[in-house]
């Protein structure tokens, strides 16, 4: 357990030093990369009657591989020629800016507090199709803001703006930010790292996302840290459930 825990904890603080790892984008052709297609495929036939247009994305506890995921999946719509924009909403442990190398200075934070204007806080990055919106400076009420009118007309400003908005949100069970921004969302996906998620964190987390009604698509199965996997993505990241098929 020990082990587990450690590893998780390295793989957490090399993600808010450096960003997460884009390997849809550096290595296209990896099967790793084919894998997050799939994943990508899987989330759209998810939702057949309606066009989804905001997505968030987040996991039970910290340090389960969501800003990868949603990162690298993002990658794959983008790469479809869809205008997708990641926005980070994990405003306690922000990680967007320093994976896509863009500033912090101006984000969502600036927008929900009426500090700023959307030009400034929206950032190309060298993916085509795919812009981000980082954090901003870290608030001190990031629940009220996200909480607040201004999230949920921002959210429909940017949809309307976009074909697809990808939210890297907070956990579920750490904070009530996950449970707010997914309330308003087209849909939620679950990561759900293999040998390290907590079955009772996960169902924990599934019941407060429906507390909310929020629309959960499914769960992608992160096997960046089993006990079997090697470097930093390890085995593969192509298991996806949806919500009938795992309860």
């Keep these: 357990m020990f082990g587990k825990k450690k590893r998780q904890k390295k793989l957490d603080n090399e993600s808010l030093k450096n960003g997460v790892g884009l390997i849809t984008f550096t290595e296209p052709t990896s099967s790793i990369a084919e894998q997050f297609r799939t994943v990508r495929t899987n989330i759209q036939f998810s939702s057949v009657d309606k ?27 983008a790469d479809q020629g869809k205008r997708v924009l990641i926005v980070d909403a994990d405003m306690r442990r922000p990680t967007v800016h320093r994976t896509f190398r863009v500033s912090n200075a101006i984000g969502l934070s600036n927008l929900l507090a009426g500090t700023g204007n959307l030009e400034g806080a929206i950032h190309e990055t060298v993916v085509n199709n795919l812009s981000v919106m ?21 959210l429909e400003t940017l949809t309307n703006a976009y074909d697809l908005v990808i ?48 629309n959960i698509l499914g769960a992608i ?20 459930y949806g919500t009938d098929d795992k309860k």
């Excluded at 980082?134 to 921002?154: H, R």
């Design 167 to 214: 939210i890297d949100a907070p956990p579920v069970n750490t904070v009530t930010d996950a449970q707010v921004l997914a309330a308003h969302a087209d849909g939620t996906v679950l990561v759900v790292p293999q040998g390290i998620a907590d079955k009772a964190g996960v169902r924990h987390a599934k019941q407060l996302l429906e507390a909310v009604q929020a």
């Design 134 to 154: 980082p954090s901003g400076p870290i608030p001190p009420n990031p629940s009220e803001l996200l909480g607040s009118t201004k999230m949920v007309s921002l």
């Design 51 to 77: 066009q989804l247009k905001s997505i968030v994305f987040t996991s039970s506890a910290p340090s389960e591989g969501k800003s990868t995921v949603s990162n690298n999946v993002a990658v794959t719509w």
């Design 221 to 240: 199965l992160n096997r960046a840290s089993a006990e079997k996997s090697t470097g930093y993505y390890g085995g593969y990241y192509g298991g996806y």
